[in-house]
């Protein structure tokens, strides 16, 4: 009887021990100050891989159409409440609210990362970080927990067809325009003090090495729904929680098994080495 005492004992305290880890779960919480490549890359997918791995997330999207780092500024100086807040709770749900300010958002949330990004159009000309950024920078770090990290989105260059008017600062070509982008952010990482880089820039370029080719955009600039936004999505999940993408059960159903290996491998070369280019070509 004793020795039955002694295991029930045993097996409470284990019980006890098992729903405090799991009552203390963490939550990370996400935010990008971003526009519509923002969310191209974390609207998507993004809760979804991390939930595959039984991490649960808030991930928020500070959405202004085209948003560059200078409106943010001018934003946050007058305080406007100008962008459209989408937020996606653990539930997996996205909810959004309409006329919400830069201060209202970052005082939202206890966030554990907070991404910032320049617009396609200026992203690979770094005399227009200089000119914001570190404006922008100051007024975040004033709002948020001195334990949240900061990082900087490296966003993708054109399709080689595209028609943005943008894509004329690059000569209308695509790799002048990565390896614009990918200079520019590497030196205002360095400039500012900001480590995290997340490297979806170079992960879609990645992929265009594969068989999917330049296929990566659904109207020459923004992501394609399927494969673009997946890849940028793994892309996030690996720098944010250091797992390796590659393997992770989630895929949406409408993405085939082999473009699903092309993005997982695309993003975790990138991660690996954000700032050149991974020839995937032979490794389908």
């Known amino acids: 009887m004793k020795r039955y005492r002694i295991v029930a004992i045993c097996m409470f305290i284990?019980?006890?021990?098992?729903e405090g880890v799991y009552g203390q779960q963490k939550v990370v919480k996400i935010l990008a100050i971003g526009?519509?490549?923002?969310?191209?890359?974390?609207?998507?997918?993004?809760?979804?891989?991390?939930?595959?791995?039984?991490?649960?997330?808030?991930i928020g999207n500070m959405f202004i159409g085209g948003c560059s780092l200078e409106r943010h500024v001018k934003n946050a100086r007058e305080n406007a409440p100008a962008y459209a807040y989408r937020k996606i709770g653990t539930d997996g749900k996205k909810r959004e609210k309409g006329k919400m300010s830069l201060e209202m958002v970052l005082a939202d949330e206890d966030w554990d990362y907070v991404s910032l990004q320049q617009a396609s159009t200026f992203s690979g000309m770094y005399e227009t970080y200089e000119a914001s950024l570190p404006e922008?920078?100051?007024?975040?770090?004033?709002?948020?927990?001195?334990?949240?990290?900061?990082?900087?989105?490296?966003?993708?260059?054109?399709?080689?067809?595209?028609?943005?008017?943008?894509?004329?600062?690059?000569?209308?070509?695509?790799?002048?325009?990565?390896?614009?982008?990918v200079d520019a952010?590497?030196?205002?990482?360095?400039?500012?003090?900001?480590?995290?880089?997340?490297?979806?820039?170079?992960?879609?370029?990645n992929a265009r090495t594969s068989f999917i080719?330049?296929?990566?955009?659904?109207d020459g600039y923004h992501l394609d729904v399927k494969v673009g936004r997946y890849t940028a999505a793994c892309t996030w999940f690996e720098r944010i929680f250091k797992r390796n993408v590659i393997?992770?059960?989630?895929?949406?159903?409408?993405l085939d098994e082999a473009r699903k290996a092309v993005a997982q491998k695309a993003a975790h070369a990138a991660v690996k080495h954000p700032y050149r280019v991974t020839d995937l070509s032979e490794r389908q």
């Open 247 to 254: 393997g992770n059960p989630y895929g949406p159903e409408s």
């Open 185 to 205: 952010v590497k030196k205002a990482g360095k400039a500012y003090k900001i480590k995290m880089i997340i490297s979806t820039g170079t992960a879609i370029q």
């Open 213 to 218: 080719g330049d296929h990566m955009n659904r």
């Open 35 to 58: 526009n519509s490549f923002s969310q191209d890359a974390v609207e998507q997918y993004l809760h979804e891989l991390a939930e595959a791995e039984g991490i649960s997330t808030i």
């Open 136 to 181: 922008l920078i100051e007024y975040v770090k004033a709002r948020i927990p001195k334990k949240t990290k900061l990082m900087l989105h490296q966003t993708w260059a054109y399709a080689s067809t595209s028609n943005h008017g943008g894509f004329k600062n690059y000569n209308r070509d695509q790799l002048t325009m990565y390896h614009a982008i």
């Open 14 to 18: 284990l019980l006890l021990l098992t």
